[in-house]
């Protein structure tokens, strides 16, 4: 998978172990499965821009601060 996929799945599994949210909490928050959380994680899923935003809401991020910041 691209760089792209990488950091933002680094980021996605960052923040959510500040949180202390188990992938099975996030599943439940975003109605995507731990297997696609998990590849999404690990940088091995391609996810649409909709999983994403998701994702990142329900951990208080974006895509913008995602990517740049981080």
């Known amino acids: ?3 792209l996929n990488k ?3 680094k980021s996605i ?6 949180l202390n949210l188990e992938l ?3 599943s ?10 998990s590849n999404i994680e690990n940088g091995k899923a391609n996810p649409t821009i909709k ?3 998701k994702v ?3 951990l208080g991020l974006t895509l913008q ?5 981080r």
């Open 24 to 26: 099975e909490t996030l």
């Open 1 to 3: 998978m691209s760089n």
């Open 65 to 69: 601060t995602t990517i740049i910041e």
């Open 7 to 9: 950091t933002i799945g």
């Open 28 to 37: 439940l928050h975003t109605s995507v499965s731990i297997s696609v959380l």
């Open 56 to 58: 990142l809401s329900v």
């Open 13 to 18: 599994k960052s923040r959510r172990k500040e």
């Open 51 to 53: 999983t994403l935003e």
